[in-house]
């Protein structure tokens, strides 16, 4: 995603940030990912605290950020925003690639959740 919103910067004609942001969008879907991630390795007792918490980042990232975005704009105009942007994205990942570890599951764990799994949707 990162590399994708600072080739945005590069762009001379509508086409090209429409393919981008088309090929940005195959790759996006991070807050799903991060509520899967979330819900797998926060404990039972804290897991409402810890979804609430990254549903309110996600929803005032959604009011916030159309500010913040306009106040950036200004300041370092349209080519620089996506440049930016761009590289905050970049940070983000390397922060989450750094200092982010799912537990490992024990393969007795699994098969149980496929089991569950299976029998939740009624095919076995």
């Known amino acids: 995603m990162g590399a994708m919103t600072a080739c945005m910067g590069l762009v001379t004609a509508p086409w090209q940030l429409l393919l981008l942001r088309f090929i940005n969008g195959i790759f996006s879907g991070f807050i799903s990912m991060a509520i899967s991630l979330q819900a797998s390795v926060t404990p039972a007792e804290q897991s409402g605290k810890a979804l ?3 549903q309110t980042g996600n929803i005032a990232g959604s009011l916030i950020g159309p500010l913040i975005g306009g106040v950036l704009s200004e300041w370092l105009g349209f080519q620089g925003c996506f440049f ?3 590289a905050l994205l970049v940070v983000a990942s390397l922060i989450v690639l750094i200092f982010v570890h799912e537990p490992k599951v ?3 764990v699994r098969a149980k959740q496929r089991g569950s799994w299976r029998t939740l949707i009624g095919l076995w």
């Open 84 to 86: 930016f942007t761009g």
């Open 52 to 54: 609430g918490t990254l």
């Open 106 to 108: 024990k393969r007795e």
